[in-house]
């Protein structure tokens, strides 16, 4: 089957670093998402990997590693408005998404 | 970016009745959206997946009478829930997406009420 486990819950410092991991295992591989989801709020987009690397956006990094089915989400310089879920999703072979439970990620000052 | 609407943002109703939610995408032509529930502290569940002008794909497990899919055109589809229940009590959140490889865009989500 399907499937995409990452950590249920996270705490970090204001100002800090977090690495938020994902593993995965599909039926084939189109790309791996990120996204941010504020309580009470809907999903926006992060970042999208599909090749092997590291991707920076600003203070937000996601890497990707196809052949140990992995990825992380990197935060840098913690602010509050980061505390959130983190959705990891990967597309499988039909171009579906398969998405994780979601990493809570608590930030504390 | 693009932007993908919702209406309405939250809805009360009476169980026994029908709710129409719609998802419009504002600026772009979505080939294929996406009707998705979220229960408290979960994450989001896959109800169906829709393309313009074809019959919704459900997933397991959701009752495609009951959960009405309709994607009439590029931009709007609409989920009807029929004979709401207080279990069917949730948020309701659609995505879009232009093309096959791309990422999805959220609305912000129809939070349903059902008394």
């Known amino acids: 089957g399907q499937n995409i486990d990452q950590p249920t819950e996270m705490t970090a410092t204001e100002g800090a670093i977090v690495q938020i991991n994902c593993t995965y295992q599909?039926?084939?591989?189109?790309?791996l998402f990120w996204y941010q989801q504020h309580a009470g709020e809907a999903p926006t987009f992060l970042s999208y990997?599909?090749l092997d690397g590291l991707e920076e956006k600003g203070r937000f990094s996601s890497f990707l590693s196809r052949s140990k089915g992995y990825s992380y989400l990197l935060l840098k310089e913690l602010q509050m408005k980061d505390s959130a879920s983190y959705l990891c999703?990967?597309?499988?072979?039909?171009?579906?998404?398969?998405w994780g439970a979601g990493t809570k990620l608590i930030i504390k000052p | 970016g693009a932007v993908v609407s919702q209406h309405p943002s939250w809805v009360i109703c009476k169980s026994g009745t029908s709710v129409k939610i719609e998802c419009r995408s504002l600026?772009?032509?979505?080939?294929?959206m996406f009707w998705y529930r979220q229960f408290p502290k979960q994450s989001l569940m896959l109800m169906a997946t829709?393309?313009?002008?074809?019959?919704?794909?459900?997933e397991q497990g959701v009752e495609k009478d009951k959960f009405l899919i309709n994607h009439a055109s590029l931009t709007l589809s609409t989920l009807t829930v029929t004979s709401a229940h207080p279990e069917d009590s949730s948020f309701y959140i659609c995505?879009?997406?232009?093309?096959?490889?791309?990422?999805?865009?959220f609305g912000p989500g129809t939070r349903l009420t059902v008394t």
């Open positions: 995505s879009a997406k232009a093309g096959l490889v791309t990422e999805q865009y």
């Open positions: 600026d772009f032509q979505a080939t294929t």
């Open positions: 829709s393309n313009e002008g074809s019959k919704a794909t459900y």
């Open positions: 599909t039926s084939g591989f189109n790309g």
């Open positions: 990997n599909v």
């Open positions: 999703a990967v597309m499988d072979s039909n171009y579906q998404l398969i």
